[in-house]
């Protein structure tokens, strides 16, 4: 069987939610991010309780509180 390669272009709140969910289906991304260090501000007002949801499943949601 081939491996499932997939290429996540940016590191932010997308991109690392992106991987977190392919991680759980044994896909391993590869994230490559322009940037080299992080950003000091911060763009979301806030995070809906759909995306809290989503995030629980990989455990991310209690890091993120």
Do not use: H
């Amino acid at each position: 069987m081939l491996a499932k390669k997939v290429l996540i272009v940016g590191g932010g709140p997308i991109g690392l939610a992106a991987a977190l969910f392919l991680e759980q289906i044994d896909i391993k991304p590869r994230i490559i991010e322009k940037s080299t260090s992080r950003s000091e501000y911060s763009k979301a007002l806030g995070i809906n309780s759909r995306t809290l949801q989503l995030l629980n499943g990989v455990g991310a949601t209690e890091r993120i509180l």
